[in-house]
Each structure stands twice: as structure tokens, then as C-alpha cells.
């Protein structure tokens, strides 16, 4: 399935999470030990508006991240460009920009973070979460193909168990190092 299709799947699923966060939801932890749910929304956001650049073989600028006043318009819209710029002819070829990795994977990265990050927010605000299954499919194989790098770049944590009668995306939450019945 074509990596934008993809995105727009895992937009679809992301945006009814960011819609139903609240202005009290904004200083709760999360699953990402780093940001409370601000922070992962201006983190989430930037990582999107990037990823566009990395489709258009520019390089993205990962390091800081800017606040997203916004983020209850910008949010639909970036993503709505996120999938547009995947979209465009050659797109998933090649070397994405300064990441020097190949465009497909780069794209399933945006995909991954997209697709892990609206789970954070979902499991941080109460809400349930769960990917479109082609979606999932992909970032799992995605998961699996990275795991020992991202590790390795503190993308994710070391795998932690999964618990007892753990659904797949459970299991998959796991494998990159969190807690997937986490709560506040």
C-alpha cells in the first residue's frame, strides 16, 4: 500500500485524539517520560511539519522544538500536508534529505511516529486508541526492522514485557520500551 494512503489512515485515527484533548489534559504526564501532553503535541507537530521537508528531499531541522500555539488548527492541517507531500511523484525514492536514509523508510518513521505518539496522547487523556490495521501492519514491520538502531538513537527504550493476554498493538508498544496499560 502506497506510504501517503498509509498516513492519511494513521491521520484519520490520530485526529479524533488531538480533537478530544482538553486545555486541562495540556500538563498531564505521559508515556514518554520527557513531556507532559504539551510538550508531546508541540514534539508530534514539529516531527509532521519536518517530515514534509524529508519528502521534498530537504533537510529538517530536528534540533529544537518549536511551541505550536495552534495546535488545534495546525494539527489537521500539517498532517493534511504531511500526507500530501508523501504523496508527490518520487517522494518515497531515493535519500530522504539530511536523515542519508532511504525515503520509504523515512516516510515509515513519519508513519511510526505519527501512529505511536496518538497512542501516547490517547493512553495521557483517557482515551482509546487503536491504529488501522494496515497501518499497524506497517509499523510493525517498521518496528522490527529498527528496533536495535532506534535503541541505539534513543528513539525507543529497551523492550519491556508485554502483559499477560497483551492485544498485537499491545506487544507492539512494548517492543519499543513502553509500558502499554501505562497511566497516569
Not at 490517547?122 to 506497517?138: I, K, L, N, R, Y
Amino acid at each position: 500500500m502506497k506510504l501517503s494512503v498509509l498516513l492519511d489512515r494513521a491521520r484519520d485515527h490520530a485526529l479524533p485524539v488531538i480533537a478530544t484533548i482538553s486545555d486541562d489534559d495540556l500538563t498531564k504526564p505521559t508515556p514518554c517520560a520527557d513531556y507532559d501532553v504539551r510538550a508531546l503535541l508541540d514534539h508530534l507537530l514539529h516531527v509532521v511539519v519536518e517530515f514534509q521537508k524529508l519528502a521534498a528531499k530537504q533537510d529538517a531541522d530536528f534540533s529544537h522544538t518549536p511551541n505550536y500555539p495552534d495546535w488545534r488548527v495546525q494539527f489537521p492541517a500539517e498532517t493534511a500536508k504531511l500526507v500530501e507531500a508523501w504523496a508527490e511523484p518520487g517522494a518515497d525514492e531515493g535519500i530522504a534529505g539530511n536523515m542519508g536514509m532511504p525515503a520509504q523508510t523515512v516516510g515509515g518513521l513519519a508513519l511510526l511516529d505519527l501512529t505511536i505518539h496518538a497512542s501516547d496522547l490517547a493512553q495521557a487523556t483517557g482515551q482509546h486508541f487503536e491504529p488501522d490495521p494496515e497501518v499497524f501492519a506497517e509499523v510493525k514491520n517498521l518496528v522490527e526492522q529498527m528496533g536495535p538502531t532506534a535503541i541505539e538513537w534513543k528513539v525507543f527504550k529497551e523492550p519491556v514485557e508485554a502483559p499477560e493476554g497483551a492485544s498485537a498493538f499491545e506487544q507492539l508498544l512494548a517492543r519499543t520500551g513502553r509500558d502499554p496499560r501505562w497511566s497516569a
